[in-house]
Nanobody, 122 residues
Framework: QVSLVESGGGLVQPGGSLRLSCAASGSIFSINDMGWYRQAPGKQRELVATITSDGNANYADSVKGRFTISRDNTEKSVYLQMNSLKPEDTAVYYC????????????????WGQGTQVTVSS
């Protein structure tokens, strides 16, 4: 069993900052890409940022220059530093990871966290 647990969401004023964290645990042999996605009310889930195992990052145009994704492979964790937050950043943020795991059958599978709410409002 593999689980991803996010933390760090909350309420922040426009222009403020938040740092999201996500830790993977369980029977993990390796983790490939990790990332953050978000889903606002009435909208589809969208990519925010991804990072490869060797640290190459990719961002949605809407967050470039404001958000920074990073990871700690030893801690099996991924982070999202969010600066200059805007009301349109309000959403549930989900952590995602491609994980090599298993007991009888070992294979790569995508896993999702439970989500953490980020609300940007004055």
């Amino acid at each position: 069993q593999v689980s991803l647990v996010e933390s760090g969401g909350g309420l922040v004023q426009p222009g403020g900052s938040l740092r999201l964290s996500c830790a993977a645990s369980g029977s993990i042999f390796s983790i490939n890409d990790m990332g953050w996605y978000r889903q606002a009310p009435g909208k589809q889930r969208e990519l925010v940022a991804t990072i490869t195992s060797d640290g190459n990052a990719n961002y949605a145009d809407s967050v470039k220059g404001r958000f920074t994704i990073s990871r700690d492979n030893t801690e099996k964790s991924v982070y999202l530093q969010m600066n200059s937050l805007k009301p349109e950043d309000t959403a549930v943020y989900y952590c995602n990871a491609r994980v090599l795991s298993g007991s009888v059958v070992i294979q790569w599978r995508p896993y999702w966290g439970q989500g953490t709410q980020v609300t940007v409002s004055s």
